[in-house]
């Protein structure tokens, strides 16, 4: 299917923070991020794809889309191709058309699902969860129903099957409870692990009172999870990974997490 473990990558697409990122989406009447500790967060990030075998390559700040800084949720990419999708926030309709200039340059392939959806279909990549036995979709108030079918017809011709799922309502993105940890196990927060959705899979869930851990990445060797929360990086040391700590608090303010600050991909 990828030739490689769904979590072994070579190259990484990131975004530097814009200084909009200040009025960044959020579901909460929270406190706004302080860029200048948003931008060494993000130096941090980028440093750990590198120390795990990346070649890491930054774009520059977006200031027309204060969320741009989060690439994962206008893209997919599998293997050393990148999807463009439609994401379903309106300040973020446009991001995927900003990164389609970058993509001759950094991908092998690059294919736009935007022509290819029904009207209104929406999906963000923060609700992909890529196993290397199938693409987890969770539906969810970004991702509905039209994004889902356009997307696995041309996951089809990865010989990749989507399977659809019910995003909690209470959750931005199916990936913001969930991570892979390796070809077999998902990290997950308790509420995903009841709702069934990862039947056949090794399930680790997270400690109550942990659920912002769940977004968790594996990255090679290496599985990067947000700095505090001593419980799942003890549990993940128990279980014999790998586990380096990265500060995402400013991200968090807005509602991001680790996965969706990155396209991770492996060219050939
Ligand atoms: C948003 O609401 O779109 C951003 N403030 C956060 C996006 C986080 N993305 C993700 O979890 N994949």
Known sequence: M?????????????RSPAKSVIDGLRAG????????????????????L??????????????DFPDSVFVEDPA?????????LSPGAPSRYGEAGRLAAHGQRYFDTL????????AGGRIDGGDILLTGREALIGLSVRTNQAGFDALAAVLQDFSIIARPLETPADILHFKSDCGLLDAETIFCTEQLA?????????VITAPAGDEPAANLIRVNDWVLLAHGHP??????????????LLDISE???IDGGLSCMSLRYHRQ
């Open 2 to 14: 990828l030739g490689v473990q769904a979590y072994q990558f070579n190259h990484a697409l990131t």
């Open 29 to 48: 009447d929270g406190p706004n991020p302080v860029f200048s500790h948003f931008q060494s967060q993000h130096q941090a990030y980028q440093k750990a």
């Open 50 to 63: 590198e120390d795990a075998g990346l070649m890491v390559n930054c774009l520059a700040a977006d200031e």
């Open 76 to 84: 997919l990419c599998i293997g050393g191709s990148v999807i463009l």
């Open 111 to 118: 294919i736009d699902l935007r022509p290819r959806l029904a």
């Open 194 to 202: 009841k709702s069934d959705c990862f039947k056949g899979y090794r």
């Open 231 to 244: 419980r799942s990086a003890e549990l993940l040391d128990y279980h014999d990974y790998q586990v380096k």
């Open 251 to 253: 991200a968090a303010k």
